[in-house]
């Protein structure tokens, strides 16, 4: 209870550590994920391409970096049910009275993908979620948004929409935290990032805001 | 630690408590402000660019209590199970000095006049049998021309920008035409519209209701407040909702008031100091000081005061009584006790119009407190006699910054896919051409709807839960329905291509995973009888009257405005009696 986490001071220097690791990984190559294992990874990036996938609008959620930062956020007080109230009991209530179970994001991910490629091969002559071509997998995780079949623990629908709310998170959020590598999540929606001053832009009468987007640290797209 | 002592506690550093603290040190009382959270300096962790990552602000919850530690249980009925409210989504209660008062928007209403004496205004109109069994309509026991000045002086302490309607008597702006009158001008212009306000602006203008530029504490220009403290110019980020200002345009408790409270020798601030309870003398009619454990060291420590201001965020205030023993805790079945009695929210609802694509909305442009509003289907400003409910909306836009995160996980709207094929056209077609319009409104108080000591649950201290009972009911569902229906004429007049008009359902239940309004209020209501009503018209405990309980908990009902104009100038009325009555003879300020 306490201590250092949930503090300003935790963030603080939970968010130093974030941003060193962000500059240093610009040299560093091939991102090797810290807490999934090699199949969960692979899952991973190829249920994350098929939620935000590379079309004529540009890059998916795979080369933006979103598996990184769902990577990287595992080991958040997030990723660890910090910010949660986990203590029980744990009962069955309705579904708008919310999250109920004990699991923090990182055993939700971790039951989740276990169950959710189990189910892949069961309906597809044993081969893996990321072996499927695309249109399969989109079928599996359809059949996941809209089923109340438990993964582990978890229901699978609430198993994809925290698939689903990582993956826009790590598409659009700054990329001190690992994803939207060259702010290209941002440029599709014309974001324009930290600059955060339209002193001049209040009312250009429905014109477009010209300029790109700027990273916290100072990346252009 | 050893027992100490103060004149006066304050319970909680948001908008209420530092107000108390600020009127109680001038008042000459030695004042010790007990926060639980961290301290908070804008120019430390909101400096600008760090402080705007959307990731870390609204989406992981930096300025938000942190649920780990408590929060309440909810339910929508008396029969059901309660259950944890485990993770942040419905409300967003702040933590650490500034409370909420440092992550909220701005928008800075005074009150419908008709709201403070709802249950006489509604009878006087359409009879006692219009009230439907079962809701709690009451009276504040306060008027707005008591209450004026104190209006006056938190819009000049906020530094508030906003166009009159009268002054005095007479017109002198192009404002709200229902707003009440006021004895002085804005302390600053009105922010300027935005694109997606000026639209609304125009178009309900041209289907006859009467639009005007919301009142906002943002600072439209340089200001110095009564304190000697500066804000700078709004930029229109759009990192009002759920930050703190790096440009310090956005009043909050920090930037507005403790800078100046900080100087005076007078007054203490403890952070990292949750209060137990107060503590009550034998027969439960003096409070003689409070326990908190300090967080840092796992001490209980008690601290000793004449006189204790709990003004802690809504219903933490409420927790706070019934853990002590203030007043009796309210059973509904009995229909007995005050404390947790006419719990309230506010109905909100946000429709959105998409416009060609050649107009874009820059909805990241914006500030939180600024928009345009029409305030026809608020309060009493409209027929409800052929409609048969009580209540009403404002209806406004109030692009507030829209954030891409927030923005792609709320989806493209429609019929439009969340994820996958299709998702990005349309995600952004609706980012970067639509807008939204809010119907912000009342919820009444009912018997079954109320607060309570939860009997399962506990928080990482040992102590009871507060626990909700809580769900939307048929007259407030009604309200909502009727109003935003009146949103569509501006919809077609605005030039929309489509539209979607988002209203409450019938016999929807109040859903705690998605966002709705921090806007929580009562529990324990101010009013004339103590067999209603917790405290007096002066925010005083009718139980234990060296008490005080400060905030939207005393609001009798949820009302259409935003609440934090009430919260400011509720605490500086109740600062003002306590000033000029109470400290020459401390003692119940109303016979019951």
Not at chain 1, 19 to 41: C, I, K, S
Not at chain 1, 43 to 71: M, Q, W
Not at chain 2, 134 to 146: A, I, S
Not at chain 2, 289 to 296: E, F, P, R, S
Request: aromatic share 12%; net charge negative.
């Amino acid at each position: 209870m306490g201590g250092l986490l949930g503090s300003a001071s935790f963030w603080l220097y939970s968010d130093h550590e974030v941003w060193a690791d962000a500059l240093t990984a610009v040299d560093a190559g091939p991102y090797t994920p810290r807490y999934f294992n090699q199949e969960e990874w692979r899952f991973l990036n190829a249920a994350c391409e098929r939620i935000f996938p590379t079309d004529a609008h540009g890059p998916g959620a795979r080369s933006l970096g979103a598996p990184e930062f769902i990577d990287r956020q595992m080991d958040t007080p997030y990723g660890h049910g910090k910010l949660w109230y986990m203590s029980g009991p744990f009962l069955n209530a309705p579904e708008n009275l919310g999250y109920q179970l004990s699991l923090p994001p990182r055993d939700i991910y971790r039951q989740g993908i276990a169950a959710a490629d189990a189910y892949a091969r069961q309906h597809h002559d044993g081969r893996s979620f990321a072996d499927l071509d695309a249109s399969a997998q989109t079928a599996v995780l359809k059949d996941l948004e809209h089923s109340e079949m438990p993964l582990g623990s978890v229901p699978a629908h609430f198993f994809f929409e925290q698939l689903r709310q990582n993956t826009l998170e790590g598409v659009f959020s700054d990329p001190l935290h690992g994803g939207n590598k060259g702010l290209a999540g941002w440029t599709l929606l014309g974001f324009p990032g930290a600059r955060a001053d339209f002193m001049d832009w209040v009312n250009q009468q429905g014109a477009p805001y010209p300029f790109g987007p700027v990273s916290i640290s100072g990346e252009t797209a | 630690m050893n027992a100490r002592k103060t004149d006066a506690i304050v319970i909680g550093a948001g908008w209420a408590g530092s107000i108390l603290a600020k009127e109680l040190t001038e008042a000459g009382l030695s004042v010790t402000v007990l926060e639980r959270g961290d301290d908070r300096a804008t120019a430390v962790e909101g400096d600008y660019p760090s402080s705007i990552d959307e990731l870390r602000g609204a989406i992981r919850h930096r300025l938000f209590q942190n649920l780990s530690q408590t929060t309440v249980t909810i339910r929508n009925t008396v029969g059901q199970v309660a259950v944890p409210y485990r993770r942040l989504a419905a409300f967003l209660p702040g933590e650490g000095v500034g409370g909420a008062g440092l992550h909220w928007s701005g928008v800075h209403f005074r009150v419908a006049p008709d709201d403070l004496a709802l249950r006489t205004n509604v009878i006087a109109r359409y009879g006692k049998s219009f009230i439907p069994e079962g809701m709690n309509l009451q009276d504040y026991d306060v008027t707005y021309e008591e209450l004026e000045p104190f209006f006056d002086k938190a819009e000049k302490v906020f530094g508030t920008s906003g166009e009159p309607y009268t002054i005095q008597g007479k017109i002198a702006g192009k404002g709200n035409p229902f707003a009440p009158d006021r004895s002085d001008a804005f302390p600053l212009p009105a922010m300027k519209d935005v694109y997606s306000a000026s639209l609304f602006k125009t178009a309900a203008a041209n289907v006859g209701y009467h639009p005007y530029s919301l009142p906002a504490a943002n600072a439209s220009a340089p200001y110095t407040n009564p304190y000697g403290v500066q804000m700078g110019p709004c930029n229109f980020c759009g990192y009002c909702s759920g930050y703190d200002c790096y440009m310090y345009s956005k009043a909050s408790p920090n930037v507005n008031i403790l800078p100046s409270l900080r100087q005076d020798p007078k007054f203490t601030l403890i952070t990292k100091a949750h209060v137990l309870k107060v503590n009550l003398d034998s027969e439960k009619k003096k409070a003689t000081g409070v326990t908190y454990l300090d967080l840092q060291t796992r001490q209980q420590v008690e601290l000793e005061a004449d006189l204790v201001i709990v003004s802690a965020f809504q219903f933490h205030n409420v927790h706070l009584m019934l853990l002590s023993g203030i007043g009796q805790p309210y059973d509904p079945v009995a229909n007995t006790g005050t404390v947790g009695r006419n719990f309230v929210y506010q109905t909100i609802t946000t429709s959105r119009a998409w416009l060609p694509s050649t107009h874009y909305t820059n909805q990241f442009i914006g500030a939180g407190g600024a928009g345009v509003a029409i305030d026809d289907f608020n309060s009493m400003n409209f027929d409800h006699g052929p409609l048969g409910f009580v209540g009403g909306s404002p209806v406004w836009v109030n692009q507030a910054g829209a954030k891409p995160i927030a923005a792609a996980i709320g989806g493209p709207g429609g019929k439009a896919p969340a994820w996958g094929e299709g998702y990005k056209d349309a995600m952004v077609e609706t980012y970067r051409h639509s807008l939204t319009i809010d119907a912000h409104g009342s919820n009444m108080a009912y018997r079954d709807v109320y607060l309570d000591l939860d009997p399962t649950y506990t928080d990482a201290y040992g102590q009871p839960l507060l626990r909700m009972t809580f769900t939307w009911k048929d007259n407030d569902i009604r309200m909502n329905q009727y109003v935003v229906s009146k949103i569509e004429p501006i919809m077609k007049a605005m030039g929309a291509t489509r539209y979607s008009l988002e209203k409450l359902a019938t016999d929807q239940l109040f859903d705690t995973r998605r966002y709705q309004t921090t806007h929580l209020g009562g529990g324990a209501v101010m009013g004339a009888d103590p067999q209603t009503s917790a405290v007096n018209r002066y925010l005083q405990s009718w139980d234990v009257p060296n008490v005080f309980v400060i905030g939207a908990s005393a609001f009798p009902q949820g009302m259409g405005y935003n609440p934090t104009g009430m919260v400011a100038a509720l605490a500086y009325w109740s600062a003002h009696h306590i000033r000029t009555t109470y400290l020459k003879n401390p003692g119940p300020m109303v016979r019951a």
